[in-house]
Nanobody
Framework: QVQLVESGGGLVQAGGSLRLSCAGS????????MGWYRQAPGKERELVST????????NYADSVKGRFTISRDNAKNTVALQMDSLKPEDTAIYYC????????????WGQGTQVTVSS
């Protein structure tokens, strides 16, 4: 069973940058895509960005376009999210997720990492 472990969250001032990383381990890594979701207090979990494992096709929420960059390292089974020009509204728990090849949904989830942006 593949497990996802995030790292890199923390506290940063508005306008600053953070880089999140997610490593997959524990089994055959047959993944169609990986992504990042976030959940702010009192809000539903929302998509931030995704990347397909084979082609590297990326997708971003409108709220983060031009500020966040997702990337992957197929050899290391890792995905990263570079977050620049952070805003207080980016404050949330960020979750790494993976969509297996045999699934149409993101069914593998990390434990989450807190990102706090102060104004």
């Amino acid at each position: 069973q593949v497990q996802l472990v995030e790292s890199g969250g923390g506290l940063v001032q508005a306008g600053g940058s953070l880089r999140l990383s997610c490593a997959g381990s524990g089994g055959p890594f047959r993944i169609y895509a990986m992504g990042w979701y976030r959940q702010a207090p009192g809000k539903e979990r929302e998509l931030v960005s995704t990347i397909t494992w084979s082609s590297g096709y990326t997708n971003y929420a409108d709220s983060v376009k031009g500020r966040f960059t997702i990337s992957r390292d197929n050899a290391k089974n890792t995905v990263a999210l570079q977050m620049d020009s952070l805003k207080p509204e980016d404050t949330a728990i960020y979750y790494c997720a993976a969509r297996p090849l045999n699934s149409g949904r993101y069914t593998l989830w990390g434990q989450g990492t807190q990102v706090t942006v102060s104004s």
